[in-house]
């Protein structure tokens, strides 16, 4: 009885420690499971408020996603096995040291006590030398291995839900495994790994030297104080500068990635996940039939200024006759390739008035809707005007929840301050501008080059180049990334870390992307367990290496709620204080630095 009683409080002690890994296990299941699951949900409860349910929103498809979701190969239970059993391992592990430890001396004396029983890992950790790793390094392998079982019962779920939902769609089709279902997870962890040890060796060239001799902090006067305050400025110059730089870097790696990006999704969408390629059409506001007559023109064989589209020739006729202009506006056998005297002409017997000595299509065909009602269908300055504004509109409905949902969660009383409430506002309103003018800056690209300014400078080069895929499509892709400048020094790392995995897709080999062969795989494994064994390491041994999502989600997991990072944010303190030093040698007034 007196055991039980002991072992119940010892068990009481562990779970009450927020970096016990029954504790990890708990917060890793549950942020994982939310994850996952709460986005499965958002269709069943839309189709249950607008009561428009289908054969997916029914009851048999809720009860497929709580079995995928809840099961032991669901995405929470594997990413659970995989951090909660690093840590369990890591736990072990430093057990068994510590045993190993406290044995050596009771065998070396003639007491008469039991020594305790070491763990059977001590020989093996002997005759493999794993004694002499670092401590870092036993948390990397202690992560590595609990990995590697994780990322096999995860891709092995996803998988066979994969093969599920084929036979119920396509019974008697084919049911060849297509890419690997993990591959956007996978490019995400590689990523924010990467900008953790990037970030790690940047803090480290850049950390200050501890000059602050100890009787600073007492009233005792120190000769060296001049120096030592000179020195510290010094060292947060440097920092400053070495932040200044990242986030310019950061601005260069969105910029290159949004370039590619965009130019993928008007040219080879299938490089992009679905849903990023539906949301960005969302926002671009194109109607599909001409992004396929771009399609068509970048090959110069279905769909050409010069030779015609006998195939598809009514492709964008029908197109701006929906839009009620005549059919030969989409027309590419109707339509002057080049400009001059003679697109003029063919534009008078059109009846297009928008682009005198210029070729191409007609503004109006590919500003489609915009502007029709206030009769500024053909002005390119209110195209991209009014598509700003719609951006804008659309961006604060994500924004608004993206900013303050984080401070409603850590420190919801901060927003009774009317500054802070107010700043969080602007910070929303702020993200929100740099969309729409990423939006807006796409456009007017698009049209300075075909209308406004390079087209008519080179007026006798074809409009199978302006209209191409090295023409006005590649200038907006070029031009729109610039916008983050709009976004913070803190913003534009996270939005660079955002669109870096989309970006690092749409470069993969197309085989990689349509089938998943086996090395392709295996290649993808080591991936995913070295990447997310990195980024666990340094959630427990380098926390100020880690930067937006992937450190608020880290700290909560390690660390707790009520520790560290999470436990600042709350209490709205983002450096500790600075102690007091003397002004003057006497000891006399005091000031805080």
């Known amino acids: 009885m007196r055991k039980t009683?002991?072992?119940l409080k010892r068990l009481q002690a562990l779970s009450n420690d927020p970096a016990h890994p029954a504790q990890i296990a708990l917060r890793t299941y549950a942020l994982a499971l939310s994850f996952s699951l709460l986005p499965s949900l958002i269709p069943f409860l839309a189709a249950f408020v607008t009561k428009k349910r289908t054969s997916k929103t029914g009851l048999p498809g809720l009860k497929r996603v709580l079995r995928r979701e809840f099961g032991h190969d669901g995405f929470a239970f594997s990413v659970t096995l995989a951090v909660g059993g690093g840590a369990l391992i890591r736990h072990l592990w430093r057990e068994s040291e510590d045993g190993n430890q406290q044995v050596l001396p009771a065998q070396n004396t003639s007491s008469k006590t039991s020594p305790i029983i070491p763990c059977p890992w001590i020989s093996l950790h002997s005759l493999c030398y794993l004694r002499h790793l670092t401590v870092a390094q036993k948390t990397f392998l202690s992560y590595v291995f609990s990995s590697t079982f994780g990322v096999l019962l995860l891709q092995a779920g996803r998988r066979r839900f994969l093969r599920m939902r084929r036979l119920r769609s396509l019974p008697d089709g084919n049911l060849k495994d297509g890419p690997s279902p993990t591959l956007d997870l996978t490019l995400l962890l590689a990523v924010r790994a990467i900008d953790a040890i990037l970030q790690a060796f940047i803090l480290r060239a850049s950390a200050p030297k501890p000059l602050i001799p100890q009787n600073i902090y007492q009233h005792t006067p120190h000769p060296d104080l001049v120096k030592v305050l000179l020195q510290s400025e010094r060292d947060k110059q440097t920092t400053r500068e070495r932040q200044r730089l990242t986030s310019r870097?950061?601005?260069?790696?969105?910029w290159a990635c949004s370039a590619r990006i965009m130019w993928c999704f008007f040219y080879e969408p299938q490089r992009l996940p679905r849903s990023y390629v539906k949301w960005i059409g969302n926002l671009a506001n194109v109607d599909g039939r001409l992004?396929?007559?771009?399609?068509?023109?970048?090959?110069g064989k279905r769909w050409s200024y010069l030779r015609g589209s006998p195939e598809f020739r009514n492709l964008l006729a029908t197109y701006a006759q929906e839009l009620g202009h005549p059919a030969q506006w989409g027309d590419p056998l109707s339509l002057p390739a080049i400009g001059g005297q003679a697109a003029n002409v063919t534009w008078q017997t059109l009846g297009v008035k928008s682009r005198p000595n210029i070729g191409g299509i007609p503004c109006e065909i590919v500003h489609g809707h915009v502007g029709q009602e206030f009769g500024l269908s053909a002005s390119c300055t209110a195209n991209a005007f009014l598509r700003g504004v719609t951006a804008f509109l659309k961006a604060v409905a994500i924004y608004l929840p993206a900013h303050f949902?984080?401070?409603i969660l850590t420190r919801p009383w901060s927003l009774l301050k009317l500054h802070r409430a107010v700043a969080t506002l602007i910070g929303a309103l702020r993200s929100a501008t740099f969309l729409s003018t990423f939006v807006a800056s796409y456009w007017y690209?698009?049209?300075?080059?075909?209308?406004?300014?390079?087209a008519r400078l080179f007026p006798w080069i074809s409009h199978d180049f302006w209209d191409g895929p090295y023409g006005c499509l590649l200038a907006g892709s070029l031009a729109c990334g610039n916008s983050i400048w709009i976004e913070n020094g803190r913003r534009r790392g996270e939005m660079a870390l955002y669109v870096l995995p989309k970006a690092l897709r749409a470069c993969?080999?197309?085989?990689?992307?349509?089938?998943?062969?086996?090395p392709v795989l295996i290649g993808e494994r080591i991936a995913f367990i070295l990447s997310l064994s990195s980024l666990l390491t340094a959630a427990v041994h380098r926390p100020d290496s880690l930067r937006g999502l992937s450190r608020w989600t880290l700290a909560f997991v390690m660390n707790g709620p009520n520790a560290g990072f999470w436990k600042r944010k709350r209490e709205a303190i983002s450096v500790?204080?600075?102690?007091?030093?003397?002004?003057?040698?006497?000891?006399?007034?005091q000031q805080v630095i």
């Open 5 to 7: 009683s002991s072992w």
């Open 249 to 254: 870097i950061d601005a260069l790696i969105f």
């Open 291 to 299: 992004l396929q007559a771009l399609s068509f023109l970048r090959d």
């Open 405 to 407: 949902v984080p401070v």
């Open 445 to 454: 690209a698009v049209c300075l080059t075909r209308t406004l300014f390079l």
């Open 508 to 518: 993969l080999p197309d085989s990689w992307i349509t089938r998943c062969s086996k």
């Open 576 to 589: 500790p204080p600075t102690p007091t030093v003397p002004l003057t040698p006497g000891g006399g007034k």
